[in-house]
Nanobody, 121 residues
Framework: VQLQASGGGLVQAGGSLRLSCAASGRTFSNYAADWFRQAPGKEREFVAAISWSGGSTVYADSVKGRFTISRDNAKNTVYLQMNSVKPEDMAVYYC???????????????WGKGTQVTVSS
């Protein structure tokens, strides 16, 4: 599976941004999908995950209630809607896919290149 993340950019604190991750190469609906992020000097951290059908989602506590992960298997795309963005959300965001529905980086089989999210306060 090849993953291509897009949609990053500059957003004001309190604003919204939607990230997209387009998948190609294999049947995307066979994979759970995640978003992770990595800020400078910090480890990559889990943001959100969605199951193969989209029927189940899980979020990091830091984004719960503000971010929404969704997917459109007909379009082979997973999304991350980011609302009420905070300065601490600034990071490079990565999408990932795996055969397991997991929040662990080690369980991901495929990674996309990141997209930068910059938050101005």
């Amino acid at each position: 599976v090849q993953l291509q993340a897009s949609g990053g950019g500059l957003v004001q604190a309190g604003g919204s941004l939607r990230l997209s991750c387009a998948a190609s190469g294999r049947t995307f609906s066979n994979y759970a999908a995640d978003w992770f992020r990595q800020a400078p000097g910090k480890e990559r951290e889990f943001v959100a995950a969605i199951s193969w059908s989209g029927g189940s989602t899980v979020y990091a506590d830091s984004v719960k209630g503000r971010f929404t992960i969704s997917r459109d298997n007909a379009k082979n795309t997973v999304y991350l809607q980011m609302n009420s963005v905070k300065p601490e959300d600034m990071a490079v965001y990565y999408c990932a896919a795996g055969t397991e529905y997991s929040f662990l980086t080690a369980r991901m089989n495929y990674w996309g290149k990141g997209t930068q999210v910059t938050v101005s306060s």
